[in-house]
């Protein structure tokens, strides 16, 4: 085999993506932690097996693609737990159908604050990061909210994608 320059760097390229993905695939233990609490809190739907594979995606590109997108994995994580943990109280309290959907509204208002807060303060450079940001905490939210209903999920969407709102209108589209 001949080795020229195109053959080293794409050989270089290579391991440079595999290193990327190898150190984006440590970050899955947290989702994985979740996807543990919410399979014995409340047991799994077939709404919940989607959410987790796309959780566990989301976290791997989002590590994979780095900079400020990796760095927004932990805040929509911490964001998502706090709509995750809001109807598995509510169900711990014996609350109606009804009400869980509330709690899980309000749980994604609480998230969605979390990340509003995170955005503003932090100054984040694109939309992009703010938008992956609440993706991924929808995402974490929904493993708890999956449970109630679909209704319980877009309550939890909606409200995390009202409150998140002012750090996508400020940070800058480009």
Excluded: Q
């Excluded at 590109?61 to 995750?84: K, M, N």
């Excluded at 955005?119 to 940001?133: K, Q």
């Amino acid at each position: 085999m001949e080795w020229n320059d195109d053959v080293v760097r794409r050989r270089a390229r290579r391991a440079y993506e595999w290193g990327r993905l190898k150190h984006a695939a440590r970050r899955v233990w947290l989702p994985l932690v979740l996807v543990l609490v919410s399979e014995v809190a409340c047991g799994c739907t077939p709404v919940s097996y989607g959410v987790i594979v796309a959780l566990i995606v989301t976290t791997v590109v989002l590590g994979w693609r780095g900079g400020d997108y990796e760095r927004a994995i932990a805040p929509a994580t911490i964001g998502g737990v706090i709509a995750f943990l809001a109807p598995l109280c509510g169900t711990a309290a014996s609350l109606r159908p009804d009400a869980l959907i509330a709690v899980c509204f309000a749980g994604g208002v609480g998230a969605g604050a979390l990340l509003a807060l995170w955005g503003v303060r932090r100054e984040v450079p694109l939309r992009g990061v703010v938008v992956a940001a609440v993706v991924h905490a929808t995402l974490v939210g929904a493993l708890g909210c999956a449970v109630v209903g679909v209704g319980a999920l877009l309550g939890m969407g909606a409200g995390l994608f009202v409150a998140a709102a002012p750090a996508w209108v400020r940070a800058p589209a480009r």
